[in-house]
């Protein structure tokens, strides 16, 4: 259809540069993976030889490591806390101090990260020396900062799931003799956890990506993949980095086909058999 | 739940031979003793009342929904609460299954007192407006959930979800989830599902709101069968004074959370104590009035120049001020001035008229400028009073056709 003149051929360019803008750097960074020169920006053959320094590069395979452990266990916690969050602002009625808690709740949506940072590291060395515990800082620390982040999150996107259901469906439960701790499992949880996936999903992203809050409350033996990156980049690109790239882009690729997948299948739960 | 006669029992599911629902309606073709002996225990002083519901408040936020409230209701009753948006009808439903704590009052049903016993404790359940049928279980999941939830065995469970849905109907859909049936077919699986459990009351919060006409029509006289045939006390709360008429045995009419009526469907159309009640029930004429010193009989009106004729009841107090309400298809036109003792007559000229096929409506507007809706049956092909518009004509009505209100 044409619109203020508009044909569908400057519409058409136009969202060809957007997705340019957007996806030829990377496409750019996995292509210079396969490149033999050991300068970044030089093309001198196709070469599979990054990968294998990639493979041979402990510190790298380590930070990938601890970072996938902490991104799940954060990412399990916020659900398992943001999901609890969500309950009590839905469900509980009007509590004291129901405002004052969902808004603490959501705080940390708008909190500037290095603030978040910098005031957990102040938490941790004071209660180090308050009550000994956490000693030093290392993975329980990110964990526990990115737990206190994510949360809030998984929080937002349960609680939009749990506004728009249908709270005739719990009490249809409870009128056919369904006691209230039953309703929860029988009816609220299979129903909202489509939301949760996606809220697990987003928290174990945002732990994963965290750059500046885990700089703040990481220690010396802990540093995560972002962390390993940022620092390598900053003596200089090696072609290992441009590997390690196209590696993430391809597993976040297929972590989002599965979850699609699953989430689709979720949908169909309430169609079909 | 007694399991005692196995299934040798008679399946309560299936119309018994038994006169064990005895209704006052005259669908009961099958069965003349209803007609011999009508179902009207409302009337006899010594019935147990089945739900005795005692001064009964709810308050929100100094807000009354409502207001101390007292009913009785007995045993195999259809009956409706009816009243318009925001009167406190589903408040009271809610009161009934436990949803809601009263601020006062109390609820018992067969001779137990419901107070602070939870939904999941009371022999009520309820078919809710929006269905609330589980997306996530498969349409006999749902039947059995209740009877999953009482604990009882999977061949019982299975043999009366089929005996359920094939009473609604639904048994070719057992294995369906809800997104794949129609809103009328919902509507059947939670009333399966409500009716599961064998509840001694059945509640149902605007049960025929959602549907579209015709499948209103079928669904209503089906729901009239299910309840003649399982003989389960309902408690229908609607908004819609036709569906309580064609429904109830009774009706209790609600206003800003109190009942301004209670009584039959013909009691609540043809004797209307209050001008809200007259009103909501269908279209009607009101005459502004006062009552002749001298003849309680005649009403002296204003408004449309002639005294009115008609019988106020023995012992009414009869206020200056008063209304008249005749129903417009009391009122017979014609083009000769009737005579006889006791009628109303009014002259007037048709100004507006509307054929609907079965009836006609006319708006007539009296002499003294009075604007009368008359409504009258088609009974033949070419009515013998084939009326124009601006015709003159007489409008008449016999005494015993005119409701004396008085507030």
Redesign the interface.
Known sequence: MRRGGRSPTFLFSCLCFGFAFLYVPILVMIAYSFNDSRLVSVWTGFSLRWYGALWENEQIIDAAGLSLRIAFVSATLATALGTLAALAITRMGRFRGRTLFSGMLAAPLVMPEVITGLSLLMLFVSLEGMVGWPSGRGADTITIAHITFSMAYVAVVVQARLTAMDRALEEAAMDLGCRPMGVTFDIILPLIAPAMLSGWLLAFTLSLDDLVIASFVSGPESSTLPMVIYSKVRLGITPDVNALAAVIVAIVGIGVAVAGWLMARMARAGRLD | MTEAGGKASINPWVPSAGPRTAHHRSRSDNRPAARLSPFVPWEDPTAEPFIRIENLSKTFDGFAAVDGVSLDIFQGELFAILGGSGCGKSTLLRLL?G?ETPTAGEVVIDGANMAGR???ERP???M???Y?V???Y?VADNVA??LR??GLGKTEIKERVTELLELVQMQDFA?R????LSGGQQQRVALA??L??RPKVLLLDEPLAALDRNLRERTQFELMNIQDRLGITFIVVTHDQEEAMTLATRIAVMDAGRFVQIGTPTEIYEYPNSRFVADFFGAINLFEGRADAGDPGRIICAETGVPIHAEPTAGQALPDLLFVAVRPEKIRLSREAPAGEGVTVMHGTVEDLAYYGNHSVYRVRTDQGKLVQVSSQNAHRSAELALEWDEPIHLSWPRDCSVVLTQ
């Open positions: 299954a949803f939870p939904p999941y009520t359940n309820m809710f407006q929006s609330a589980f997306p996530h498969t959930y209740g939830k009482e294995r989830k809800p997104r794949q599902r409500a599961a459990k």
